[in-house]
């Protein structure tokens, strides 16, 4: 008689590699919002700007994060890790942004010469190479947001560790004292650590005014520690 077919269990790594994919696609559709939400404010909610609204914003976090952390070796190295996610970004638009910057210059010189088709073919033009710009400069100041919440992953993974060595131990003391099965709190909590780490990216990423990023680290970190430690607590304790 043939066997029926089982379904594969997800291991681990899976798991994991699942997770880092759906992390990385987060950020780049994050990064895609931030500019859309960026544009949005500068017709409505700000001024319009050649960039210096995002170096204020990003001079404000730093400040308190270095007021936060109380550490200038963690500010430092966050400057450092920024700074060189800004020479890779550089390297690879570095061309594009001098060309565009070439052309809008051009565009105003001889845009007064020109009939009035011409001249209106230019001016769209000119508004998306602005447009363009200034999408660069969020990108390059993103950078600091970005470095910001690399460095703050340590914390998160080191709670979420704290959170498994936590539960695994109450699963043992659950295990040998008889206590009940359940698994609709493992379901609930093992869902929700990807949403609470797609919360954690996108909340950086696209939150358009000043925020304290320390607290960010701080609220996701506890929260994902705590999910990962009912899930590990909540599984089946006979496996």
Known sequence: MPKPHSQPTPNLFTSTVGLGLKVLSTLVFATLISIVVEFVGMDHLWSQHEGSRLRDRTEVERRLLEAQAGSSHLVSYVDGLSQQYREWLATAVGPFEVWLTRVRQSEKQHSESVSPLNHSVRTVGRALADRTLVA????????????????????????????????????????????????????????????????FVATLIVWPWTLSIAWVVAVFSGCIGVLVSIAAYRFKKYL
Request: glycine fraction near 10%.
């Open 136 to 199: 660069l400069e969020f990108l390059n100041e993103l950078t600091y947001r970005i470095a910001a919440m690399t460095v703050g992953s340590i914390p998160l993974l080191i709670l979420s560790a704290v959170g498994l060595v936590d539960g695994l131990v109450k699963r043992e003391v659950r295990r040998w004292s008889g206590g009940r099965e359940s698994s609709w709190f493992y379901n609930a909590a093992r869902r929700l650590v990807g949403p609470c780490t797609i919360g």
